[in-house]
Each structure stands twice: as structure tokens, then as C-alpha cells.
């Protein structure tokens, strides 16, 4: 549909512009939440483009393609296909368990403090002056995720 439209450079170079600032220009946004800005654009600019009668199939195609679009969306943000993963940043005070050796006992104690089904650590930062370590753990929701092998338990940084 937008292949069919007749679009000048200079209009061209204006949407790469309005895309570079979003992406470039704003710090506080998500990857998530500047995803979802990009397919609102694209949605829009797909109804501004659109004309009744026209080879590119006019408000019917552009129906047909935002419905796609929404519904693409819908099923890869849906956990049919992938898993959904989150995480947090934790302040962790047992640098002892910290290890490779004792990754289990890692994950057993996190899950026991935490509540959460984490099933992966990042090590972010170790100050062993105050015996603590800054922690990202991974974790999925209401879900029952077999226990990794022992070497992708903890990732260093």
C-alpha cells in the first residue's frame, strides 16, 4: 500500500526525521512503549494515505491492513508464542552465595525473599565493604520454568 504512493524526498526525509527524534531525542521511553508509538504513526499514516477509490485499495485495504497490523501486535504481545520475561533490580546481601558453585542455593534463597519464580541472575555490581551485590533477577509470572543448567544461572558484568 505505501509502495503504490507517490511521495516526494522531502516528505520522506521528514518521517525518517519524526522517527529518529522518537527514537534518539527521548530518554524515559521503553523499547516497549516506543515500539507501540511506531505502529500508531505507521497506523495513522496508513489512514492518512488511504483514498476512496484508489489502486491501493482505498479505506477497505486500509481497514484490512490496520486490522492486521493490531492483531499482529495482539498475538506477539499474548504469551501463545513467547513467554513473557521480567525482571527486577534487587539489592542482595549474601555475597557468599554469589558462586557458581552455589547457583541453586542462589535461586532457592531469591525465591524465598522474593516470592518470584526467578530462574536466571545477572550480577551486576559486588561492594564486599557492605557485603552486598547488586542483583537483576529474571523471573517469569504464574509459570512453572525448569531450573536452567547450573552455568546460565549467573551472568556476570
Known sequence: ML??????MGAAFGLF??????RYRTEGISIKDMTYLFV????????AI?????????????????????GAVYLLESEWFVQREFSKTIFYDRTDLLRP?????????????????????????IDFRKESAQLIVYYH???KRPVPAVKEIITYR
Open 3 to 8: 509502495h503504490q504512493v507517490q511521495m516526494s
Open 17 to 22: 526525521a519524526v522517527f529518529s527524534m522518537l
Open 40 to 47: 500508531v504513526i505507521s497506523i495513522g499514516l496508513i489512514s
Open 50 to 70: 488511504s483514498e476512496v477509490g484508489s489502486t491501493t485499495g482505498g479505506w477497505a485495504g486500509a481497514a484490512l491492513l490496520n486490522s492486521l497490523i493490531v
Open 101 to 125: 558453585e552455589h547457583a541453586l542455593d542462589l535461586l532457592d534463597d531469591l525465591r524465598a525473599r522474593t516470592g518470584l519464580l526467578v530462574y536466571r541472575v545477572e550480577v551486576r555490581d
Open 141 to 143: 509470572e504464574n509459570t
